[in-house]
């Protein structure tokens, strides 16, 4: 009975981080259809928030093991690469309102997000495996982390058409792995664990290449090079500052 109430928990407690990253879309809820120039601050602070966020993944993965985590990027990299060409080759589907160019970046962005979220849900469950109180404080962690990440994907859907809540619904399901792993990583922790590290630097990877492929130019559309630098670097110290709000 014991380990059903763990398992229960250690479901819930996942099942929280994901929606909170919904959470993110909020701040936009009064946007209402912007310009070029919009569109571009969006894709600016979107890199800066990815960037911030993938530094905090490699930074953790190098805690756990070092090599394994650069593993994890370079394949992060093969696998968006390969990724972005076989969305190139076929027709992007509709992402909610969105169509083509639009869809297609709607598209990776959700993508990358979600793979993300398969290293967070593992993080929980790992964590957890280790006693409720490191659970907790890990689920807590992710949790705060991932508002900032669902704003990120809200900035590149909601400039575009898409209304916040489904902004935050697409937020919602690129985490909705993090509880579908966490329990078998919390079941077979001896199994799981040493995938992290690769887990973590394969989401940065991609997230990186998101940035300096899609965002950058985006941004260098509607601003000037300063401005997007200016943008990014602000957004970077906004979420660095937001993540250090929770000790380590």
Sequence with gaps: MAMEVSLLTVF????ITAITTGIGAFPLAFAHRVGDRWLAIGA???????????HSLVSEGNTLDAWRTLIGIGSGLVLVVLADRWVDQHDTPDIGD???ANARKALMIVGIMTIHSFAEGIGVGVAYGGGEELGVFITTAIAIHNIPEGLAIALVLVPRG????KAAGW????????PLMAIPAYLFVSVFEPFLPIGLGLAAGAMIWM???EMIP???????????GIVIVLAFMGMFAFQTLIPH
């Design 211 to 213: 940035v300096f492929a």
């Design 12 to 15: 819930i407690a996942a099942l």
């Design 44 to 54: 600016a602070l979107a890199a800066g928030l990815m960037l911030a966020a993938s």
């Design 162 to 165: 898409v209304s916040v809540w």
């Design 171 to 178: 937020s919602v399901f690129s985490s909705l792995p993090q």
């Design 218 to 228: 985006d941004a260098n559309k509607g601003l000037t090079a300063s401005g997007v």
């Design 98 to 100: 969105l169509q083509g």
